[in-house]
């Protein structure tokens, strides 16, 4: 956990310094597609070594992989130039990792337990103190370990909370194994291979998204992606007990297209909008706000499905929802995937304010510049 971190919150920063700004997005591209390949690779990969072999095959096998490309990065990745000067925080990483300790209990707490129960709401409420700490502390630290300054820039901010609200809906295909074999009656190998359509989609879109932005700008682009997204969950909200394996693969899809549209464009306009001594903390920032919105996305779309599975179904709350009618399952997944749609909306809307605000800001410089008579 502790390497995968490092690595994930570094890699977009190492792409984004190798890269000039005019091949940033087809390189994030490239990079997500990859991302997408492992995404698509890794469970069937995993059930067929734990099927062959055992379930410690799935460690073993990243101990060559690690030695691999260890000496590819040794050998080909150009190392940064040190800043001496630089001083960690241990404060603000101490308060961090309470408030995000505190923020994951007491979201898995919530779905054991409630979260109306006390516990839970005592623990979150521990989250909510250590955040206003965290921007008390880091806001009168020379060498914060986060930046609040990068905040000030109205564009990385809408940006962020964007990708926030994208990450919080994605965990909604958490939901879709049950409809799969519960309700339709697939085996479970088959659900994995259905479900491949979404990572393999965007796997696909991902490269040709950030050549796109290169071009023509992050902000077209990233909204373009946020329409798709909203369609494909609008169309996975039509799924009922006779859709077919095509069919749902048909509504699968566009959620992945429209992902790869969007994330390229997006994470180019981030690490674009920082300096180059923060390329480090903004992709830090956006690792954290993917997985922040996974850690709230998990639970509240389980929670969503759940309670909708029991109404439908006439069951007494509590109740294990995958005991509900099949009928009722079906409707719930349905109305999960509109409650995701309308969280892709808002982020939508936030992708309209960001371009707004970015073609103003560009009229500003150009007015500020000195003409040629000048």
């Known amino acids: 956990g502790l390497g995968a ?10 792409v984004t310094e190798a890269f000039p700004a005019k091949e940033r997005g087809r390189a994030l591209g490239m990079m997500g597609s990859i991302v997408s390949i492992g995404i698509a690779v890794g469970p069937p990969l995993g059930g067929l070594l734990i099927g062959l072999v055992g379930w410690r ?16 990065v040794t050998r080909f990745v150009a190392s940064s130039a040190p800043r001496p000067n630089q001083r960690f925080d241990p404060a603000g990483a101490v308060i961090l990792f309470i408030t995000l300790a505190c923020y994951a209990f007491g979201m898995t707490l919530g779905q054991r337990v409630g979260f109306g129960a006390p516990l839970t709401l005592g623990v979150l409420g521990a989250a909510v103190l250590g955040f206003t ?3 008390a502390v880091e806001s009168r630290r020379d060498q914060p370990m986060i930046d609040l300054s990068l905040f000030r820039s109205r564009l990385f901010s809408l940006n962020l909370l964007m990708a926030f609200l994208v990450f919080v809906v994605l965990p909604v295909s958490f939901v879709l194994p049950f409809f799969l074999e519960l309700v339709k ?16 989609a965007m796997g696909v ?21 946020l329409v798709i997204i909203i369609g494909g969950c609008l169309a996975m909200s039509t799924l009922t007990v ?5 069919g749902f693969i048909a509504r699968m899809a566009p959620v992945g297209i429209g ?12 690490m674009g909008s920082v300096p180059k001594e923060r390329l480090g903390i903004a992709s830090g920032l956006l690792v954290l706000s993917r997985t922040l919105g996974n850690t709230t996305g998990l639970p509240l779309m389980a929670a969503l499905f759940s309670a909708q599975a029991l109404a439908l179904g006439g069951l007494p709350a509590g109740t294990d929802a995958t005991t509900a009618p099949p009928l009722a399952m079906a409707a719930a997944v349905a109305g999960t995937y509109r409650i995701a749609a309308g969280l892709i ?16 800001e560009q009229a500003q410089k150009a007015a500020a510049q000195p003409s040629v008579s000048e």
């Open 242 to 246: 006779e859709v077919g394996l095509w």
């Open 345 to 360: 909306v808002v982020s939508a809307v936030l992708a309209v304010l960001a371009y707004r605000v970015d073609r103003r």
């Open 205 to 225: 879109v991902a490269p040709v998204a950030g050549w796109l932005s290169d071009r023509f700008g992050s902000r077209v682009i990233s909204l373009i992606g």
């Open 185 to 200: 009656g697939y085996p479970a190998q088959q659900v994995g291979l259905m479900l491949m359509a979404f990572p393999v």
């Open 133 to 135: 700490a965290l921007i």
């Open 57 to 72: 095959a799935v460690f073993l096998v990243n101990v060559p992989v690690g030695i691999l490309t260890f000496f590819a």
């Open 5 to 14: 971190t490092m690595m994930q919150a570094l890699g977009m920063a190492m």
């Open 259 to 270: 992902m790869g549209m969007f994330q390229s464009p997006n994470n180019s306009a981030i």
